[in-house]
Protein backbone atom coordinates (compact mmCIF):
# COMPACT_ATOMS: atom_id res chain seq x y z
CA UNK A 1 0.00 0.00 0.00
CA UNK A 2 1.46 3.72 -0.66
CA UNK A 3 2.44 5.16 1.86
CA UNK A 4 1.77 9.55 1.96
CA UNK A 5 3.90 12.00 4.00
CA UNK A 6 2.20 13.43 7.14
CA UNK A 7 1.70 17.42 6.74
CA UNK A 8 4.47 19.51 8.48
CA UNK A 9 3.63 21.18 11.31
CA UNK A 10 4.61 24.55 12.30
CA UNK A 11 4.39 24.96 16.37
CA UNK A 12 4.43 29.00 17.41
CA UNK A 13 7.84 30.92 17.34
CA UNK A 14 9.61 31.40 20.72
CA UNK A 15 8.61 34.62 22.39
CA UNK A 16 11.67 36.76 21.21
CA UNK A 17 11.40 35.45 17.94
CA UNK A 18 14.75 34.00 16.04
CA UNK A 19 18.19 35.76 16.58
CA UNK A 20 19.44 37.65 13.54
CA UNK A 21 22.83 35.86 11.94
CA UNK A 22 25.43 37.48 10.21
CA UNK A 23 24.53 37.45 6.72
CA UNK A 24 21.38 38.91 7.58
CA UNK A 25 23.51 42.15 9.72
CA UNK A 26 25.60 42.75 6.30
CA UNK A 27 22.37 42.41 4.13
CA UNK A 28 20.91 45.21 6.73
CA UNK A 29 23.78 47.12 6.54
CA UNK A 30 24.09 47.09 2.69
CA UNK A 31 20.30 48.43 2.41
CA UNK A 32 22.14 51.51 4.36
CA UNK A 33 24.58 52.40 2.69
CA UNK A 34 23.17 51.89 -0.85
CA UNK A 35 19.47 53.58 0.09
CA UNK A 36 17.80 50.55 -0.56
CA UNK A 37 14.43 48.93 0.28
CA UNK A 38 13.63 45.03 0.34
CA UNK A 39 10.28 43.65 -0.60
CA UNK A 40 9.49 40.69 -0.30
CA UNK A 41 6.57 37.72 -1.59
CA UNK A 42 5.35 36.13 1.20
CA UNK A 43 6.53 32.99 0.25
CA UNK A 44 10.49 33.72 0.22
CA UNK A 45 12.00 31.83 2.91
CA UNK A 46 12.22 33.08 6.54
CA UNK A 47 15.96 33.95 6.42
CA UNK A 48 14.83 36.69 3.63
CA UNK A 49 11.86 37.47 5.11
CA UNK A 50 13.02 38.78 8.15
CA UNK A 51 15.25 41.47 6.89
CA UNK A 52 12.65 42.64 4.41
CA UNK A 53 10.77 46.09 4.96
CA UNK A 54 7.95 45.08 3.60
CA UNK A 55 6.60 41.62 3.35
CA UNK A 56 3.48 41.05 1.67
CA UNK A 57 1.07 39.61 -1.41
CA UNK A 58 1.02 40.96 -4.23
CA UNK A 59 -1.30 43.88 -4.33
CA UNK A 60 0.11 45.17 -1.39
CA UNK A 61 4.19 44.96 -2.81
CA UNK A 62 2.56 46.96 -5.94
CA UNK A 63 1.55 49.64 -3.72
CA UNK A 64 4.94 49.78 -1.77
CA UNK A 65 6.97 49.53 -4.84
CA UNK A 66 4.81 52.34 -6.03
CA UNK A 67 5.12 55.04 -2.87
CA UNK A 68 9.10 53.84 -2.52
CA UNK A 69 11.19 56.69 -2.65
CA UNK A 70 14.88 54.48 -2.26
CA UNK A 71 16.74 54.68 -5.13
CA UNK A 72 17.02 50.99 -5.54
CA UNK A 73 14.36 48.34 -4.94
CA UNK A 74 15.46 45.14 -4.13
CA UNK A 75 12.31 43.07 -5.27
CA UNK A 76 12.56 39.17 -3.25
CA UNK A 77 9.73 37.68 -5.37
CA UNK A 78 9.37 36.31 -8.94
CA UNK A 79 10.15 38.05 -12.07
CA UNK A 80 6.75 39.49 -12.74
CA UNK A 81 6.55 40.92 -9.46
CA UNK A 82 10.02 42.95 -9.73
CA UNK A 83 8.68 43.45 -13.34
CA UNK A 84 5.34 45.47 -12.07
CA UNK A 85 7.41 47.25 -9.42
CA UNK A 86 9.26 48.27 -12.44
CA UNK A 87 6.20 49.40 -14.31
CA UNK A 88 5.02 50.96 -11.48
CA UNK A 89 7.84 53.04 -10.57
CA UNK A 90 10.48 53.16 -13.25
CA UNK A 91 12.86 55.92 -12.01
CA UNK A 92 14.00 53.53 -9.40
CA UNK A 93 16.91 50.55 -10.05
CA UNK A 94 15.06 47.30 -9.57
CA UNK A 95 16.83 44.10 -8.77
CA UNK A 96 15.55 40.68 -8.16
CA UNK A 97 18.35 38.69 -6.30
CA UNK A 98 17.87 35.61 -9.13
CA UNK A 99 17.18 36.49 -12.93
CA UNK A 100 16.13 33.02 -13.21
CA UNK A 101 13.09 33.23 -10.49
CA UNK A 102 10.20 33.18 -13.14
CA UNK A 103 6.31 31.46 -12.58
CA UNK A 104 5.24 29.02 -15.04
CA UNK A 105 1.48 30.12 -14.82
CA UNK A 106 2.81 33.78 -16.30
CA UNK A 107 4.85 31.50 -18.89
CA UNK A 108 1.69 29.72 -20.12
CA UNK A 109 0.37 32.93 -21.40
CA UNK A 110 2.81 33.94 -24.51
CA UNK A 111 1.97 37.98 -25.30
CA UNK A 112 1.93 37.12 -29.31
CA UNK A 113 -0.79 34.50 -28.64
CA UNK A 114 -2.70 36.85 -26.66
CA UNK A 115 -1.92 39.42 -29.07
CA UNK A 116 -3.53 37.29 -31.75
CA UNK A 117 -6.68 36.33 -29.48
CA UNK A 118 -7.57 39.80 -29.33
CA UNK A 119 -7.03 40.16 -32.90
CA UNK A 120 -9.70 37.72 -33.92
CA UNK A 121 -12.41 39.21 -31.29
CA UNK A 122 -11.41 42.80 -30.58
CA UNK A 123 -14.48 43.23 -28.44
CA UNK A 124 -12.56 41.24 -25.57
CA UNK A 125 -12.19 42.77 -22.03
CA UNK A 126 -8.94 41.08 -20.63
CA UNK A 127 -8.58 40.72 -17.42
CA UNK A 128 -5.24 39.98 -16.66
CA UNK A 129 -4.10 37.98 -13.39
CA UNK A 130 -0.70 40.31 -12.17
CA UNK A 131 0.96 36.70 -12.52
CA UNK A 132 1.91 37.28 -16.65
CA UNK A 133 4.41 39.11 -17.98
CA UNK A 134 5.42 43.00 -18.57
CA UNK A 135 4.27 42.25 -22.62
CA UNK A 136 0.52 40.63 -21.62
CA UNK A 137 0.06 43.35 -19.30
CA UNK A 138 0.71 45.78 -21.79
CA UNK A 139 -2.16 44.19 -24.03
CA UNK A 140 -4.73 44.06 -21.32
CA UNK A 141 -7.36 46.55 -20.26
CA UNK A 142 -6.82 45.89 -16.33
CA UNK A 143 -4.97 43.62 -13.86
CA UNK A 144 -6.15 41.81 -10.80
CA UNK A 145 -4.78 40.11 -7.82
CA UNK A 146 -5.84 37.35 -6.07
CA UNK A 147 -6.93 40.27 -3.21
CA UNK A 148 -8.81 42.43 -5.73
CA UNK A 149 -10.23 40.20 -8.50
CA UNK A 150 -13.50 40.40 -7.70
CA UNK A 151 -13.91 44.04 -6.90
CA UNK A 152 -12.32 44.54 -10.21
CA UNK A 153 -14.34 42.36 -12.11
CA UNK A 154 -17.29 43.58 -10.85
CA UNK A 155 -16.22 47.32 -12.21
CA UNK A 156 -15.58 45.74 -16.11
CA UNK A 157 -17.96 46.83 -18.47
CA UNK A 158 -21.13 45.14 -18.81
CA UNK A 159 -21.57 44.92 -22.44
CA UNK A 160 -17.89 43.69 -23.01
CA UNK A 161 -16.90 39.84 -23.12
CA UNK A 162 -14.32 39.03 -20.73
CA UNK A 163 -11.03 37.02 -21.53
CA UNK A 164 -9.47 36.15 -18.16
CA UNK A 165 -6.13 35.02 -18.63
CA UNK A 166 -3.71 32.84 -17.28
CA UNK A 167 -4.77 31.47 -14.41
CA UNK A 168 -8.22 28.99 -14.86
CA UNK A 169 -8.78 28.42 -11.42
CA UNK A 170 -8.51 31.71 -9.86
CA UNK A 171 -10.80 32.84 -13.00
CA UNK A 172 -13.48 30.31 -12.09
CA UNK A 173 -13.66 31.17 -8.40
CA UNK A 174 -13.87 34.90 -9.41
CA UNK A 175 -16.48 34.18 -11.89
CA UNK A 176 -18.85 32.27 -9.19
CA UNK A 177 -17.86 34.84 -7.28
CA UNK A 178 -18.94 37.47 -9.27
CA UNK A 179 -21.52 36.16 -11.73
CA UNK A 180 -20.14 37.23 -14.48
CA UNK A 181 -19.01 34.72 -16.76
CA UNK A 182 -15.30 34.58 -18.61
CA UNK A 183 -13.72 32.83 -21.17
CA UNK A 184 -10.66 31.31 -19.37
CA UNK A 185 -7.37 31.10 -20.37
CA UNK A 186 -5.79 27.55 -19.90
CA UNK A 187 -3.24 28.18 -17.48
CA UNK A 188 -2.52 27.40 -13.62
CA UNK A 189 0.19 27.11 -11.08
CA UNK A 190 2.25 24.17 -11.01
CA UNK A 191 2.25 24.50 -7.21
CA UNK A 192 -1.03 24.61 -6.05
CA UNK A 193 -2.48 22.61 -8.45
CA UNK A 194 -0.58 20.00 -6.37
CA UNK A 195 -2.73 19.78 -3.46
CA UNK A 196 -5.90 17.28 -3.68
CA UNK A 197 -8.64 16.77 -2.10
CA UNK A 198 -7.64 13.33 -1.01
CA UNK A 199 -4.16 14.98 0.61
CA UNK A 200 -6.36 17.57 2.21
CA UNK A 201 -8.40 15.12 3.53
CA UNK A 202 -5.71 13.55 5.69
CA UNK A 203 -4.57 15.99 6.67
CA UNK A 204 -7.74 17.40 8.45
CA UNK A 205 -8.02 14.31 9.71
CA UNK A 206 -4.58 14.15 11.28
CA UNK A 207 -5.28 17.46 12.51
CA UNK A 208 -9.44 17.36 13.43
CA UNK A 209 -11.26 20.51 13.76
CA UNK A 210 -8.70 22.72 12.53
CA UNK A 211 -9.83 25.07 9.69
CA UNK A 212 -8.68 24.94 6.46
CA UNK A 213 -7.95 28.08 4.60
CA UNK A 214 -6.74 27.95 0.31
CA UNK A 215 -5.63 30.21 -2.09
CA UNK A 216 -7.45 30.41 -5.17
CA UNK A 217 -5.09 29.21 -7.16
CA UNK A 218 -6.18 25.61 -5.64
CA UNK A 219 -8.21 23.53 -7.96
CA UNK A 220 -12.37 23.87 -6.94
CA UNK A 221 -12.39 20.48 -5.65
CA UNK A 222 -9.64 21.78 -3.33
CA UNK A 223 -11.34 24.81 -2.89
CA UNK A 224 -14.43 23.21 -1.94
CA UNK A 225 -12.69 21.65 1.49
CA UNK A 226 -11.87 24.70 2.57
CA UNK A 227 -12.79 27.28 5.43
CA UNK A 228 -12.16 30.41 3.52
CA UNK A 229 -10.64 31.15 0.06
CA UNK A 230 -8.62 34.30 0.19
CA UNK A 231 -5.21 35.74 -1.24
CA UNK A 232 -2.15 35.59 1.21
CA UNK A 233 -2.48 38.63 2.88
CA UNK A 234 -6.17 38.15 3.36
CA UNK A 235 -4.75 34.44 5.59
CA UNK A 236 -3.23 36.78 7.73
CA UNK A 237 -6.04 38.57 9.15
CA UNK A 238 -8.37 35.08 8.80
CA UNK A 239 -6.14 33.37 11.21
CA UNK A 240 -6.01 36.33 13.43
CA UNK A 241 -9.80 36.01 13.90
CA UNK A 242 -9.62 32.33 14.60
CA UNK A 243 -10.46 30.95 17.64
CA UNK A 244 -9.06 27.50 16.85
CA UNK A 245 -5.56 26.69 17.81
CA UNK A 246 -4.04 24.95 14.80
CA UNK A 247 -4.62 26.23 11.39
CA UNK A 248 -4.22 24.38 7.95
CA UNK A 249 -2.50 26.63 5.27
CA UNK A 250 -3.01 25.24 1.53
CA UNK A 251 -0.77 27.25 -0.55
CA UNK A 252 3.09 27.70 -0.29
CA UNK A 253 5.38 27.08 2.38
CA UNK A 254 6.74 30.45 2.78
CA UNK A 255 3.13 31.57 3.96
CA UNK A 256 3.82 29.56 7.10
CA UNK A 257 6.55 32.14 7.95
CA UNK A 258 4.70 35.13 7.62
CA UNK A 259 1.73 33.74 10.09
CA UNK A 260 4.61 32.28 12.21
CA UNK A 261 5.27 36.25 13.36
CA UNK A 262 2.31 38.12 12.86
CA UNK A 263 -0.16 35.59 14.99
CA UNK A 264 1.78 34.71 17.48
CA UNK A 265 0.91 31.27 19.68
CA UNK A 266 -0.85 29.12 17.10
CA UNK A 267 -0.32 26.15 15.04
CA UNK A 268 0.36 25.78 11.37
CA UNK A 269 -0.08 23.21 9.21
CA UNK A 270 1.48 23.44 5.92
CA UNK A 271 -0.94 21.44 3.45
CA UNK A 272 0.78 18.05 2.21
CA UNK A 273 0.48 17.22 -1.51
CA UNK A 274 0.72 12.92 -2.32
CA UNK A 275 4.64 13.76 -2.34
CA UNK A 276 5.41 15.88 0.21
CA UNK A 277 4.20 17.01 3.77
CA UNK A 278 4.44 20.43 2.13
CA UNK A 279 4.71 22.70 -0.72
CA UNK A 280 7.40 25.10 -2.47
CA UNK A 281 7.33 26.91 -5.75
CA UNK A 282 10.88 26.26 -6.91
CA UNK A 283 10.89 29.91 -8.28
CA UNK A 284 10.15 31.65 -5.08
CA UNK A 285 13.09 29.54 -3.59
CA UNK A 286 15.48 30.60 -6.36
CA UNK A 287 15.57 33.85 -4.26
CA UNK A 288 18.33 33.01 -1.14
CA UNK A 289 19.98 35.29 1.59
CA UNK A 290 23.63 35.14 -0.09
CA UNK A 291 22.10 35.95 -3.46
CA UNK A 292 20.09 38.97 -1.81
CA UNK A 293 23.38 40.61 -0.32
CA UNK A 294 25.29 39.84 -3.77
CA UNK A 295 22.93 41.81 -5.58
CA UNK A 296 22.18 44.36 -3.07
CA UNK A 297 26.52 44.98 -3.06
CA UNK A 298 26.74 44.58 -6.54
CA UNK A 299 23.59 46.35 -8.09
CA UNK A 300 22.64 43.26 -10.04
CA UNK A 301 20.85 41.58 -11.84
CA UNK A 302 18.60 44.46 -12.63
CA UNK A 303 15.21 44.36 -14.16
CA UNK A 304 15.33 46.62 -17.36
CA UNK A 305 12.10 46.72 -19.48
CA UNK A 306 11.51 48.34 -23.57
CA UNK A 307 10.05 51.97 -22.41
CA UNK A 308 6.85 50.92 -24.70
CA UNK A 309 6.29 48.42 -23.13
CA UNK A 310 6.44 49.60 -19.84
CA UNK A 311 4.51 52.61 -20.64
CA UNK A 312 1.63 50.29 -21.77
CA UNK A 313 1.19 47.82 -18.93
CA UNK A 314 1.61 51.07 -16.72
CA UNK A 315 -2.29 52.12 -17.97
CA UNK A 316 -4.11 48.95 -16.59
CA UNK A 317 -1.79 48.29 -13.70
CA UNK A 318 -2.91 51.84 -12.20
CA UNK A 319 -6.51 50.92 -13.66
CA UNK A 320 -6.29 48.36 -10.74
CA UNK A 321 -4.46 50.51 -8.33
CA UNK A 322 -6.76 52.62 -8.45
CA UNK A 323 -10.04 50.33 -8.96
CA UNK A 324 -8.76 48.62 -5.93
CA UNK A 325 -8.72 51.31 -3.11
P1 LIG B 1 -0.82 36.47 -3.62
O1 LIG B 1 -0.97 37.77 -4.35
O2 LIG B 1 -2.11 35.98 -3.00
O3 LIG B 1 0.27 36.56 -2.62
O4 LIG B 1 -0.42 35.35 -4.68
C1 LIG B 1 0.76 35.41 -5.43
C2 LIG B 1 1.13 34.13 -6.06
O5 LIG B 1 2.02 34.04 -6.87
C3 LIG B 1 0.39 32.97 -5.69
O6 LIG B 1 0.96 31.88 -6.31
FE1 LIG C 1 3.96 31.31 -10.14
FE2 LIG C 1 2.73 29.40 -8.77
FE3 LIG C 1 5.16 30.16 -8.06
FE4 LIG C 1 3.04 31.80 -7.64
S1 LIG C 1 3.43 29.83 -6.67
S2 LIG C 1 5.04 32.36 -8.49
S3 LIG C 1 1.82 31.32 -9.47
S4 LIG C 1 4.59 29.18 -10.02
Known amino acids: MKSFPAAAVFPPL ?34 IQAVADFVGDSLGLAYKAAAAQNSTIVFCGVHFMAETAKIVNPTRKVLLPDL ?3 CSLA ?6 KLA ?20 VKALSDVIVTSGNASKI ?29 MQLWPGNCYAHVQFTPTALLRAKAEHPGAPVVAHPECTEAVRDLADMVCSTE ?40 DRCSCNDCR ?30 AEIPLRRMLEWSK
Not at 154 to 177: E, H, M, T
Open 153 to 181: VQKAPADRPILFVPDQNLGSWVSAKTGRA
Open 14 to 47: PSGGVPLIDLQREVIALKKTKDAIILAHNYQCED
Open 100 to 102: NAG
Open 234 to 273: LMVDWCKQQTAQTLIITTESGMIHRLRREVPGKTFVAAPT
Open 116 to 135: AIKAAQPNLYVVAYINCSAA
Open 283 to 312: FMKMNTLEKVRDCLRDGTPEIILPESVRAA
Open 107 to 112: DSCPAE
